[in-house]
């Protein structure tokens, strides 16, 4: 068994053309491999046909250090970068050679300050139709129903658009902080404007289940936009399901369900 079979299921699933989640090359997925390294997709790797060898493993450190110190060059970036890719076959995955995934800095970034094992960054149509509109921060900020609550969590973080890469990362890092202090905990869902989603997780088929009941959140709003004004759970309700025992006794059986999967 490699170590990133759970990786490429996950990704492949995620990629899955019925899902509707990805085409051709878009989105990315990581998972920490020790307290010093990750893997992430490679540059240019489809998600639906992927293996071990479409995944870079990466040093965290360097990474990291390109959000606090910004190069002022994109050729340095591009240097550190792939100065930061571990040597061919470390982890019995890349053959050497693959590039990280442009968004490496927000995976780093993500592993680092949210403290998961897991993310899964997709751009799902049914997500998109939402973010490319003025209702986005409506969609981050309310829940309508008590299964969005228990998988996605009380609200979502909803980032403004940047330029993929560095910049983004950067964004991300500055409104994911404001989260945490407003907040008092991490998100699972993390909403770019004009972009996608990013699931955040422990295992796979957290991410797989954030994943997909964002999406069916997304597809209820749109769709009651369209009958008429959407109505949403009170704040109360939803700290009420959020921290409801059998709730979190149902939220910790699909914890224990996905480390099945
Ligand atoms: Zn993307």
Not at 49 to 73: C, K
Not at 186 to 209: F, S, V, W
Request: charged fraction near 20%; hydrophobic fraction near 40%; charge should be negative.
């Amino acid at each position: 068994m490699n170590a990133l079979d759970s990786l490429v299921e996950m990704t492949r699933t995620l990629g899955d053309p019925q899902n509707d989640y990805v085409v051709i090359g878009e989105g990315n997925t990581s998972m920490r491999l020790d307290a010093e390294s990750f893997a992430v997709k490679a540059s240019g790797q489809q998600m639906h046909n992927i293996d071990a060898d479409g995944f870079a493993s990466v040093y965290l450190e360097p990474i990291l250090g390109l959000l606090d110190h910004p190069p002022t060059s994109m050729s340095e970036q591009k240097r550190i970068t792939q100065s930061a890719v571990l040597p061919p076959n470390a982890l019995g995955g890349t053959e050497g050679g693959l590039s990280p995934s442009i968004e490496v800095s927000f995976h780093a970034m993500l592993l680092q300050e949210c403290g998961v094992k897991y993310i899964g960054h997709t751009h799902p149509t049914a997500i998109n139709q939402v973010l490319c509109t003025e209702h986005a921060a409506a969609f981050a900020r309310q829940r309508r129903f008590p299964d969005e609550v228990v998988l996605c969590g009380p609200q979502s973080l909803l980032t403004p658009y940047g330029d993929p890469g560095l910049p983004l990362a950067l964004i991300m890092r500055h409104h994911l902080r404001q989260f945490i202090t407003q907040y008092g905990e991490t998100p699972k869902l993390i909403l770019l404007q004009n972009h996608g989603m990013i699931a955040l997780g422990d295992t796979p088929g957290e991410i797989l289940n954030i994943t997909a009941m964002a999406v069916k959140a997304a597809k209820i709003f749109a769709g009651a936009l369209q009958l008429g004004k959407a109505t949403r759970l009170p704040d109360e309700e939803v700290q009420h399901l959020y921290k409801r025992p059998d709730e979190i006794y149902r939220r910790q059986l699909f914890v224990e369900d996905s480390k099945t999967h």
